[in-house]
């Protein structure tokens, strides 16, 4: 059953593509009258506003003032990613951009929401990882390491309770997206949900 929240407005970052693109679609079906801005590199086609960002520089003016202009009352961070292989072989350049995508951009931008006023604003959640977050993740250094700390700042916030809008992490198994090779030992196993069903267990934890 379709609920409508017509107030209800959503900023999706990084969702041009696996769960965030599944999750928008999941939220327009089950929010038909709520606006959308989605942030990313690339952006599709689709009934919402759209900003193109590159999440491994600094925040811009422009994406501040767009941001907050939009007035949301949610908004999720999904990008994230890095280098795999064995740590010395790759590049450090490899290893920053994963720590500063997966980690300093969504750290950077909740700390500016929360020096600012947004008064609309609700809710912020950052997209996690059950597994990088929580465990060892071989081939995946600097991956793990950006998710470990993103972890750790978030679970910090939370007990330090200082922010007007309420702040969470979201972390999910395995997903079968276009960024799990179909070989990959979690997809051969049984392991990676789809990215249907994961969105729908995001939107559930929203409310």
């Given at each position: 059953?379709?609920?409508d929240?017509?107030a209800?407005?959503?900023i ?88 500063q ?5 969504p ?100 409310n």
């Amino acid at each position: 059953m379709n609920e409508d929240r017509s107030a209800h407005k959503f900023i999706l970052l990084g969702a041009s593509r696996g769960l965030g693109w599944a999750t928008y679609e999941a939220l327009a079906k089950k929010y038909p009258a709520a606006e959308f801005l989605l942030v990313s590199r690339k952006i599709g086609e689709g009934n919402f506003k759209s900003l193109k960002c590159d999440f491994s520089k600094e925040l811009s003016s422009e994406f501040i003032t767009t941001i907050t202009d939009f007035n949301p009352t949610t908004i999720i961070y999904f990008a994230a990613g890095g280098p795999y292989g064995n740590f010395q072989d790759k590049k450090w350049a490899d290893h920053q951009w994963a720590l500063q995508v997966s980690f300093l951009f969504p750290a950077q931008l909740v700390h500016h929401l929360m020096r600012i006023s947004v008064p609309s604003l609700k809710k912020f959640v950052v997209v996690g990882s059950a597994i990088a977050e929580n465990k060892p993740d071989p081939g995946a250094a600097s991956y793990c390491a950006a998710k470990h700390a993103l972890k750790g700042l978030i679970s910090t916030l939370q007990a330090e309770n200082k922010s007007a809008f309420k702040i969470d992490l979201f972390s999910p198994g395995y997903i079968a997206t276009d960024m799990l090779p179909v070989q990959s030992w979690p997809r051969q196993q049984g392991l990676a949900d789809t990215a249907e069903n994961v969105a729908n267990q995001l939107i559930d934890s929203l409310n």
